[in-house]
């Protein structure tokens, strides 16, 4: 589908947008209200009967036995590390986050990180790549669930460094995210430290179509500092993104036009009312209001007179902003964002946050009260049956 669909003249972001706001204003409680409650009375977590006892499976593809699962389950790889692309390079290592960016029929187009740090050469062409010292990127890969085999495959960006997790959009694009703020010359390495080859500043957020070439430019209004992972509202088309550092913020991009993400907007980070620090002492269920600082640069990379990762951070702290401990994975699901603290909570196990936009509400719906339970979570998915 086109950007203009010539049956009606209607543009497709307005479409999906106008569809989102639908089906958001009809969203009941999340899917996770049992386990709050579950957790906020202090019951045992209950699992169900499940499927039956796990077995070692064999992979469809390789014949070797890679997962154990239940009897009668399936599945099969592909994508392997070093398994020719289409162009015949070979397919980069280092596999992370990915989505299924957009949807065909039978047939799926999937958007994969490839989380390579420090320096090195592109494994993308030139006119997708961002740094030609920048080893990192993504790749897209067409699967046709059908037949169960891999039809297609390409570097999709290149030049970036650390492309650890993002997320996907409605309108049929991947946002990878660079957890770093590496720059040219900055120093890099544990036992032999050197300075980096780069040629450009990192800690961006790039976006990658399913099915067109990517435009190798940072969005620089979405902020540069160690980025984790992005939840985008199709109801708003509002941005939601996570830090991962000890010190960590949650942030909302406001886009001037929905979709079009390269034409910049505003960046600012979540205040809870009454509490700033939220990485321990709260009680599951607790709920805060919350309000929004804006960011004046979201492209300060650093802390005045420090060499921190934190100059975003910084800006909204000053001003009042919440303090997480190292925020991963996000998602939106049934009108609400999800995110995680992966090292949150009294036991510095993890937290579970709610983000209702409507009500601009926050809620802690869940906490690992030991490593047995729940044992430093990172990214996540809400499963289409809650």
């Known amino acids: 589908m086109s950007a203009k669909d010539s049956r009606g003249g209607v543009d497709r972001r307005s479409f999906l947008r106008g569809t989102a706001q639908a089906v958001g204003a009809a969203a009941v409680a999340g899917p996770l209200q049992a386990l709050l409650a579950r957790n906020a009375a202090g019951e045992p977590l209950r699992s169900g009967p499940g499927y039956g006892k796990l077995i070692e499976t064999p992979d469809e593809t390789t014949g070797s036995p890679l997962l154990k699962l239940p009897r009668g389950f399936r599945y099969l790889?592909?994508?392997?590390?070093?398994?020719?692309?289409?162009?015949?390079?070979?397919?980069?290592?280092?596999?992370?986050?990915?989505a299924v960016a957009e949807a065909m029929y039978d047939r799926v187009v999937?958007?994969?990180?490839?989380?390579?740090?420090?320096?090195?050469?592109?494994?993308?062409?030139?006119?997708?790549?961002?740094?030609?010292?920048?080893?990192?990127?993504?790749?897209?890969?067409?699967?046709?669930?059908?037949?169960?085999?891999?039809?297609?495959?390409?570097?999709?960006?290149?030049?970036?460094?650390?492309?650890?997790?993002?997320?996907?959009?409605?309108?049929?694009?991947?946002?990878?995210?660079?957890?770093?703020?590496?720059?040219?010359?900055?120093?890099?390495?544990?036992?032999?430290?050197?300075?980096?080859?780069?040629?450009?500043?990192?800690?961006?957020?790039?976006?990658?179509?399913?099915?067109?070439?990517?435009?190798?430019?940072?969005?620089?209004?979405?902020?540069?500092?160690?980025?984790?992972?992005v939840a985008v509202d199709p109801a708003t088309g509002y941005v939601y993104e996570t830090e991962d550092k000890a010190t960590s913020g949650f942030y909302r991009f406001i886009p001037r036009q929905y979709g079009l993400l390269h034409l910049g907007g505003k960046l600012q980070m979540l205040k809870a009312t009454g509490r700033e620090d939220l990485r321990k002492g709260l009680e599951v269920g607790e709920v805060f209001k919350v309000q929004w600082v804006d960011i004046q640069d979201p492209t300060l990379a650093h802390s005045p007179e420090a060499k921190d990762g934190l100059g975003v951070f910084s800006q909204g702290r000053r001003q009042g902003g919440a303090i997480f401990d190292r925020l991963e994975g996000g998602w939106h699901h049934s009108g609400l964002i999800y995110f995680i603290s992966t090292s949150g909570g009294d036991a510095g196990a993890g937290q579970v946050w709610e983000y209702n936009p409507r009500r601009e509400q926050l809620r802690l719906i869940f906490e690992s009260p030991n490593r047995e339970v729940l044992d430093h979570p990172d990214n996540m998915t809400v499963s289409p049956r809650g």
């Open 77 to 98: 790889t592909f994508g392997w590390t070093g398994d020719p692309l289409d162009d015949g390079s070979p397919t980069p290592p280092m596999h992370d986050g990915m």
């Open 110 to 229: 999937l958007v994969r990180n490839h989380e390579l740090s420090g320096d090195g050469t592109t494994f993308a062409g030139e006119r997708i790549t961002y740094d030609p010292k920048g080893p990192g990127g993504t790749s897209n890969l067409v699967f046709n669930c059908e037949t169960g085999k891999l039809e297609k495959s390409w570097a999709s960006i290149g030049g970036t460094v650390r492309n650890c997790a993002g997320g996907p959009t409605p309108w049929g694009s991947w946002l990878t995210c660079e957890e770093t703020v590496d720059g040219p010359g900055d120093m890099f390495g544990t036992e032999t430290v050197r300075p980096l080859a780069l040629k450009q500043t990192h800690g961006w957020i790039f976006e990658v179509p399913a099915s067109r070439p990517a435009a190798p430019v940072p969005i620089s209004d979405m902020g540069r500092f160690v980025h984790e992972a």
